[in-house]
T-cell receptor
Framework: IAGITQAPTSQILAAGRRMTLRCTQD?????MYWYRQDLGLGLRLIHY???????GKGEVPDGYSVSRANTDDFPLTLASAVPSQTSVYFC??????????????FGPGTRLLVL | GQNIDQPTEMTATEGAIVQINCTYQ??????LFWYQQHAGEAPTFLSY??LDGLEEKGRFSSFLSRSKGYSYLLLKELQMKDSASYLC??????????WGAGTKLIIKP
């Protein structure tokens, strides 16, 4: 593994179903992030984690939950999917949150369609 | 509220120069990033500015004016592979990244 991996690459999901998007990084970065990207809108932060064991809410957290049991993994769970959660989901990581020049590195994304 | 504005789409010719503008209004400022995103792919880091002025990196340069809340990305000697979306993002006072919607750049031969 090099960088950030996400799984699945894409998924079609029935409304009401539970779904977990997986994210793993091998860079030993402290911080990890989940974004959604929708056409015409900028990347919107769902949840973040500045270090293992801690999480925080972003701009659009409703309907999503996360956990950070260790440094490498940051899964995103949709408890009961709704069509408005159709989007492309990107996981990202950075080394030292709380610093200005804190470049974020992105995974390849998961394309989710909720019907 | 926090806001970042970029043009939605721009078209330029291969070999030419293009300037993509970004204006921002955020609660605090701790730096401005430009990312490149090819269709169907993840954003990748291009540049970072925290002080006023021009930062040059090969064919790409990025400019910042903090007093005007303004930045631009300048792409020289355009190549077809530069066709992509360019995302402007600002780190606010809480060190959260606020993203613009991106500018889709179309390069024509």
């Amino acid at each position: 593994i090099a960088g950030i991996t996400q799984a699945p690459t894409s998924q079609i999901l029935a409304a009401g179903r539970r779904m977990t998007l997986r994210c793993t990084q091998d860079m030993r970065h402290n911080a990890m992030y989940w974004y959604r990207q929708d056409l015409g809108l900028g990347l919107r932060l769902i949840h973040y984690s500045n270090t293992a064991g801690t999480t925080g809410k972003g701009e659009v957290p409703d309907g999503y939950s996360v956990s950070r049991a260790n440094t490498d993994d940051f899964p995103l769970t949709l408890a009961s999917a709704v069509p408005s959660q159709t989007s492309v989901y990107f996981c990202a990581s950075s080394d030292n949150p709380g610093q200005g020049q804190e470049t974020q590195y992105f995974g390849p994304g998961t394309r989710l369609l909720v019907l | 509220g926090q806001n970042i504005d970029q043009p939605t789409e721009m078209t330029a010719t291969e070999g030419a120069i293009v300037q993509i503008n970004c204006t921002y209004q955020t609660s605090g400022f701790n730096g401005l990033f430009w990312y490149q995103q090819h269709a169907g792919e993840a954003p990748t880091f291009l540049s970072y500015n925290v002080l006023d002025g021009l930062e040059e990196k090969g064919r790409f340069s990025s400019f910042l004016s903090r007093s005007k809340g303004y930045s631009y990305l300048l792409l020289k000697e355009l190549q077809m592979k530069d066709s992509a979306s360019y995302l402007c993002a600002v780190t606010d006072s809480n060190y959260q990244l606020i993203w613009g919607a991106g500018t889709k750049l179309i390069i024509k031969p």
